[in-house]
């Protein structure tokens, strides 16, 4: 349960964000998308999409599509963080509104544009989900080419979480003798300046950190068009360094991403096994149906989350997760499980013209 203190400072934050969200959009009136805070191009795209009377999918993938082939994003597609085994691995899913159609693709390799084969499980198969090898055959069957997703700077982050791994001992196979011996004596990256002699200074610290604190990055993208038509999409490489074949609530139906015209659609970034939990995209859902604003309906999600750790608070400061919500009338909100976390401390938001960030509510403050 949020003490006193807490329900009035969420409280405050939900009022900044009525404001920020009354009626801009809905049936008739213009298009807008929302998305994780790493969609302001995305947003952009989508609504481009849906301005020159594009499908509501069709705008959304276009606009995730930007992220899934940026070498530089490492939280999406191609140049994504990958698992243990050094290998990329991607979960994406769609559901689109005005046929209540659903597709989703799991820890599929070597394509650079999950959330493509996802539609394409919608639109070619009688399936909803396809997983591992069986997702890359269909993608290549459907003339995708086959390619090596990690990038020299995944790479790095991947070799220099191998090292940073250790033993109780202090040992660990993936360098010398030399830098085992001399691990605790010194911090890290004299060590790793060795390892990576042509890694510049800026890559290798943020190599480890990402070594140290592993991401699920992740966008999730939402669009409404001007006849109240909507659809959604979430893709991901996950979490970083994962177990082979774990999978995050991104490509699940009702948890990384749920859609229904009559109601609005609602998705999730951050800790997907929080999510699939509690199904979060689908609770938002429900919630909307029975009258309940997105911006209380994203903490209702939230408050499922808690409630899994018995609402323990230094438990639950160890994790993240943000929820997406947006109504078909227009009205939309994003809420996240803690004030601070970070750059997720934002959510983007469309409806013409530049992109902007908004702020989010939260359940609790640290
Ligand atoms: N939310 C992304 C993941 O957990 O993989």
């Known amino acids: 349960m949020m003490n006193r203190r807490e329900w009035l400072t969420s409280s405050a934050a939900l009022a900044g964000a009525a404001t920020a969200a009354a009626g801009q959009s809905g049936k008739g009136k213009k298009p807008i998308a929302i998305s994780s805070p790493n969609g302001l191009a995305a947003c952009a795209k989508a609504v481009q999409v849906m301005q020159a009377g594009g499908d509501t999918l069709d705008a959304?993938?276009?606009?995730?599509?930007?992220?899934?082939?940026d070498p530089n994003d490492t939280s999406v597609g191609y140049g994504g963080l990958p698992n243990e085994e050094g290998e990329v691995e991607l979960d994406a899913s769609v559901m689109h509104g005005p046929t209540r159609r659903a597709g989703s693709v799991a820890a599929i390799h070597g394509i650079k544009t999950p959330s493509k084969i996802a539609k394409l499980v919608m639109d070619h198969t009688t399936h909803v989900m396809l997983v591992g090898e069986g997702a890359t055959k269909f993608a290549v069957a459907h003339g995708y080419q086959r390619e090596d997703l990690l990038t020299e700077k995944a790479r790095t982050a991947w070799l220099v979480w191998k090292e940073s791994l250790r033993s109780p001992g202090g040992f660990n196979n993936w360098t010398s003798f030399d830098k085992n011996l001399r691990a605790d004596a010194e911090p890290p990256f004299e060590r790793l300046r060795e390892s990576f002699?042509?890694?510049?200074?800026?890559?290798l610290q943020w190599a480890w950190h990402m070594a140290n604190h592993p991401t699920y990055g992740t966008i999730n993208c939402l669009g409404l068009n001007e006849k109240g038509e909507i659809s959604g999409v979430t893709t991901t490489s996950g979490l970083a360094w994962k177990i082979p074949g774990r999978i995050g609530d991104s490509p699940i139906i009702g948890a990384g991403l749920f859609v229904d015209p009559d109601v609005g659609g609602a998705g999730s970034t951050g800790v997907g096994e929080l999510n699939i939990r509690v199904a979060g995209g689908h609770t938002i859902v429900e919630a909307m149906r029975r009258g309940v604003h997105p911006r209380e309906a994203v903490l209702e999600a939230l408050k499922r989350v808690s409630k899994l750790f018995n609402d323990d608070k230094p438990m639950l400061s160890k994790l993240?997760?943000?929820?997406y919500a947006l109504r078909t009338d227009g009205e939309y909100a994003a809420g996240s499980l803690w004030k601070s976390t970070g750059d997720y401390q934002a959510f983007a938001v469309n409806d013409g013209g530049e992109s902007r960030l908004e702020k989010p509510v939260f359940l609790y403050e640290k």
């Not at 993938?61 to 082939?69: K, T």
């Open 197 to 203: 002699p042509n890694v510049n200074e800026e890559t």
């Open 60 to 69: 959304v993938i276009a606009g995730v599509n930007i992220l899934e082939l």
């Open 320 to 323: 993240g997760i943000e929820f």
